[in-house]
């Protein structure tokens, strides 16, 4: 049963879409909360377990961000197959049980493998809760209910740093471990107390090679799908690069300190008001001409971000200034780009969303660990990555429109214009 724009499925169970939107934000956020709530703990961390190179403690982020990649895969088929409940509720036992598991290693190397195994559990969430939405939801609705999530999505940002902080003072940064343990524990009541099976019966796709096979390359061939996906993957290669170089920009150029998770929570506070804009303005300017106008602005701002950079360091105001603005950007591109690539796909949603966020995952994370890794006590390589990523990002986009960005495509099958 595949919806057109603008239908709906009514949940199985009595939750509202308020419910539904806070509900499919939580399960998100655990990836959120992985991430942030860990930055502030990387240096401590490094000291206590004896990692000398500090740009060898973002592998903490890149552990996670490798097992979630990787795990992406099977997640959306077997979603396709059984449901979306099960395989949830799989995914985040491993989360929760792999979160414990860190708080007790005594090497950098155990702390690592149970980073990848976290990132494993938490697939399920990034798999699932798209394919939810796109069970629900079609066309701009979607994309209105996606900038909603990830308005909802982006408070964990704002306040895990500084959590992490809070929790490093009271008892270090095992203890940061135990917390999202604690978190998960308390999703996992929630979803299995009110989330719906969002997936139809009739919608179910057997497992098997075959059927998977033809899912992937359904994704694969589809020219929308395809090119938005993969500018989303230069996108939050992006952020990526940003999160992995973020501890070293504020703290190690900057000099912030302890207000670092201050200055996190800024800066993402933007992306959260720009998502709930987007959710305000995606039904009546359309998801292109708002993620096209977007992705230009970053590319913009990255520009003079990057000349300037490349003239001496730029002080502190202007930096915070051009970055924030960097940003806000990504909450019109990124909810949109998703949307657009998963409009034509509702019929094989899990699979859809197993491979989409299996190539934004595991690109964006070795494109953001790449530029992480060129870090050289200046801005200038995530400033110049950010410009770069930018115009892949428009190419592909214009690709996917043929050329016609801004506007409406003409090979749209609903009737409702972008």
Known sequence: MQLKTGEQISPSRNLSKAEFIALAAALMSVNALAIDIMLPA????????????????????????????????????????YGRRGPLMIGLIIYVVAALGAAFMSTFEGVLAMRFLQGVGAASTRVIAVSMVRDRFG????????SLIFMVFMVIPVIAPTLGQIMLLIAGWEF???????????????????????????????FTIGSIGSAFAIVLTNRFSLMYTLASTFVFGA????????????????????????????????????????????????????????????????????????MGEVPLVPFLILFALAMFQFGWIGSNFNSIAMEPLGHIAGSASSVQGFIQTLGGGIIGAAIGQAFDGTTTPLAAGFFGLAVIALVLAAIAERGKLYAASPQRKEGVKN
């Open 139 to 146: 066309g701009r609705l979607m994309a209105e209910t996606m």
């Open 239 to 310: 952020l990526f690069a940003f999160i992995n170089s973020a501890q070293q920009v504020f703290v190690g150029i900057y000099e912030l300190g302890v207000w670092f998770p201050v200055i996190f929570a800024v800066i993402a506070g933007f992306m959260a008001l720009s998502s709930y804009l987007n959710s305000r303005f995606v039904v009546q300017f359309g998801m292109r001409r708002l993620s096209h106008g977007a992705l230009t602005g970053f590319l913009v701002v990255s520009a003079i971000w990057l000349g300037w950079s490349m």
């Open 42 to 81: 990387l240096q401590q961390m490094g000291a206590s377990l004896g990692v000398e190179n500090e740009n060898h403690r973002q592998y903490v982020i890149s552990a996670y961000f490798a097992g979630m990649a990787l795990a992406l895969l099977p997640y959306g088929p077997l979603s396709d197959r």
């Open 176 to 206: 940061i471990f135990v917390s999202m343990a604690a978190i998960g524990t308390a999703i996992i009541a929630w979803a299995a107390l009110r989330m719906p099976e969002t997936l139809a019966q009739e919608d179910r796709r057997p």
